[in-house]
């Protein structure tokens, strides 16, 4: 076990990573449509090339979760961060739609490489009494960085050229690779092996959410990544109806992530405190922020709505994950968190497809209003599920 002065250091080593990846994907979310539609891309296709990613980080992340038990960490983060940065430089060299979706998958497998075999590193080497606190220190880089990434992004394009982002991310992807290779020690629990010996239903296995803990978890953080996807896919839409400028809605989501990475090392250690009653707690936030979204109509009360959401956000998503992967044994946590962060993609894609639905037959208010009652409702079964274990 890492302890002490090493333990701060890898764990700082593996947030500077993680945060590199997010910010990535945040650079690429505001220009990545209009790049697309340079190339002659349709609205289909450009729907495509943005599924893609989560398409291909869904399948690559629970083998390379097992993998990285197996074979050691390190490898797979040093990879998968200098991979994600060549593979984005491309972005500006491809001249078809085709070539864009090639690439863009490509990213979406080495971006899972980073993500969640990181946040078991997180979880091998914390001490049991205080996961929660490491686990919100790791959200947190996972949250500012997407947070803050369009911010950026979209000023890079616009004084530099849209080409400018692609650049920019890449060359941080390839540094996050050379901090990593020179600075992080390796962790790994496996024998030495060949893939011939690894049975290929191991690679894909389901077998976590067979754990009750895990299982209702899973289903607490697709609940609320689906009332963030409803959020970041609509919320423009929405406060342009009241005046509210573009430049407005963009200083709207990075500031409230920059709150939810702030709050998550506290919330997780009010996890350790507490226990699973943090989920409810944080779920009954989130209901209560996205209704008075639902009703706002300045600036400044969705502002607070908003606030409100990050809050509850904070609270659930760091205790679900902790709850997730708490008693999952230390050699397998790589294989637990490459499942249990597809819960992500999952509810990010059903979340902006269902909600969006929603919105063309209610209205994008009263869809915010039925958000907040669909995330009670499955956080409350699911809580009461929790308590019974």
């Given at each position: ?28 979310a505001p220009i990545l449509a209009v790049y697309a539609k340079t190339l002659g891309a349709t609205n289909l296709e450009i729907g495509l090339i943005f599924g893609s990613f989560a398409f291909a980080r869904t399948l690559a992340q629970i083998p390379i979760g097992v993998l990285s038990d197996i074979y050691g960490k390190k ?214 922020g996205m209704f008075s979204l639902s009703k706002s109509t300045t600036f400044l009360s969705m502002l607070i709505s908003l606030t409100i959401v990050a809050i509850g956000s904070s609270a659930s998503s760091t205790s679900t994950l902790s709850l997730a992967v708490r008693d999952i044994p230390v050699q397998r946590k790589g ?55």
């Open positions: 076990m890492i302890e002490g002065v090493k333990l701060e250091r890898n764990i700082l080593i593996i947030w500077i990573t993680t945060f590199t990846t997010m910010l990535g994907v945040g650079f690429i490898i797979f983060i040093v990879m998968g961060t200098l991979f994600y940065g060549i593979f984005t430089l491309m972005y500006s060299f491809v001249e078809t739609v085709l070539g864009f979706l090639i690439v863009r998958i490509f990213t979406g497998v080495f971006s899972a490489f980073v993500t969640p075999v990181a946040g078991s590193y997180i979880a091998s080497i914390a001490p049991k009494t205080r996961l929660g606190e490491y686990m919100g220190i790791f959200n947190s880089a996972i949250t500012l960085g997407f947070g803050i990434g369009p911010f950026i992004g979209g000023a890079l394009a616009d004084i530099y050229g849209i080409k400018t982002p692609f650049y920019f991310c890449g060359i941080l992807g390839i540094l996050a690779a050379i901090i990593s290779y020179f600075k992080l020690e390796d962790i790994k629990f496996g024998k030495k092996g060949n893939l011939n010996d690894l049975n290929i239903q191991k690679l894909f296995s389901f077998e976590f959410l067979k754990d009750k803990k895990f299982f209702y978890s899973f289903i607490v953080n697709v609940s609320n990544v689906m009332i963030n996807a409803g959020i970041y896919a609509y919320l423009s839409l929405y406060a342009i109806n009241y005046g509210i400028s573009l430049g407005q809605v963009g200083f709207m989501i990075a500031s409230t992530n920059i709150l939810m990475a702030i709050f998550q090392r506290k919330v997780g250690k009010l996890f350790d405190k507490f226990g699973s009653v943090m989920i409810i707690f944080g779920v009954m936030i989130i209901s209560l294989e637990a968190m490459g499942l249990f962060t597809t819960s992500m993609n999952i509810g990010m894609f059903i979340g902006a497809v269902s909600f969006g639905f929603l919105a063309d037959i209610l209205g994008i208010a009263n869809m915010y209003r039925f958000s907040a009652l669909f995330s009670l409702i499955v956080g409350s079964l699911a809580y009461l599920k929790i308590r019974k274990l």
